[in-house]
């Protein structure tokens, strides 16, 4: 009996997982859409990509800078929330929502060697070094993830998983966004 409420629980923490990571991604994209529509551009956005339907229009740097900086503040926001909540409940179902910020930015930055992410493009827009926003993002939510893990004792062994089944997820959003472009609006 115990095996089968061990195997009960470990499903419903990786379904949580998952719509842990689709939320983040969306809300995240969204965000950035927001962004674009409110400076006045006619935007799209897919589950890892918004931007401005046409090409053409060129942004200037300040509207690089907010339309680049209004997704991470979101997903920065949803990880102090989540934080915030888990200090009051610790409720292990809650923890993807504030874990996967971290994972996306932890991503964010490393893709940045291949292309500015959005980090990445406000550094070089602020004239920084590519990774020195990125880091202090990264650092910052690393921080949020330690802190809750010592107050509500989560094991190194629940973050390892945790981050290993989000780093799939996140390669499977990337895939599946690089190949079908599904466009939200």
């Not at 004239?127 to 330690?146: A, D, K």
């Not at 094991?155 to 466009?183: E, H, P």
Request: proline share 2%; with cysteine; aromatic share 18%.
């Amino acid at each position: 009996m115990k095996i089968y409420k061990q195997k009960v629980a470990f499903i419903k923490y990786i379904t949580i997982l998952i719509i842990a990571t689709f939320l983040t991604f969306f809300f995240h994209e969204m965000s950035h859409w927001i962004a674009y529509e409110l400076l006045g551009y006619d935007a799209s956005f897919t589950l890892n990509g918004a931007g401005v339907k046409d090409a053409s229009k060129k942004l200037s740097k300040t509207e690089q800078i907010i339309t680049s900086a209004s997704g991470p503040i979101f997903t920065i926001i949803q990880a102090i929330v989540f934080y915030l909540i888990l200090k009051k409940r610790n409720n292990i179902l809650l923890y993807p929502f504030l874990f996967l910020p971290f994972v996306m930015r932890l991503g964010a930055a490393w893709a940045n060697q291949f292309q500015p992410n959005d980090e990445g493009r406000i550094s070089l827009n602020l004239n920084l070094n590519l990774y020195t926003i990125s880091s202090i993002v990264v650092i910052f939510l690393f921080f949020l993830i330690f802190k809750i893990s010592k107050y509500n004792k989560f094991s190194l062994f629940l973050n390892v998983i945790t981050f290993v089944i989000s780093c799939i997820l996140m390669l499977g959003i990337a895939y599946f966004d690089a190949k079908y472009k599904l466009r939200f609006i």
